[in-house]
């Protein structure tokens, strides 16, 4: 059974940075893409940022210019860099691997706020 281990998230200043990681328990095999989510108090989770297996990259419209997708295969390691950050940006955070099966963290919070 994979797990996923999310941190790095905390309480932040509006303008400020965090960086998310998402650490999986062993490797995985067959990804398709690895993936950010987030949830605000009373919305439904939104996919934030998203890099499939073969590199390829996106972002929500909200996030652009801001955020940042990587991975280190190395270490099944996947993160989220968090630029300029907004009140607005404000959730809780969740990766997810998606390969035939998908794998879910368990989330890590968020809170920008001066």
């Known amino acids: 059974q994979v797990q996923l281990v999310e941190s790095g998230g905390g309480l932040v200043q509006p303008g400020g940075s965090l960086r998310l990681s998402c650490a999986a328990s062993?490797?995985?095999?067959?990804?398709?893409?690895m993936n950010w989510h987030r949830q605000a108090p009373g919305k439904e989770r939104e996919l934030v940022a998203t890099?499939?297996?073969?590199?390829?990259?996106h972002y929500a419209d909200s996030v652009k210019g801001r955020f940042t997708i990587s991975r280190d295969n190395a270490k099944n390691t996947v993160y989220l860099q968090m630029n300029s950050l907004k009140p607005e940006d404000t959730a809780v955070y969740y990766c997810n691997v998606a390969t035939p099966r998908v794998y879910w963290g368990q989330g890590t919070q968020v809170t920008v706020s001066s």
């Open positions: 890099i499939t297996s073969g590199g390829t990259i």
């Open positions: 062993r490797t995985i095999f067959s990804i398709i893409a």
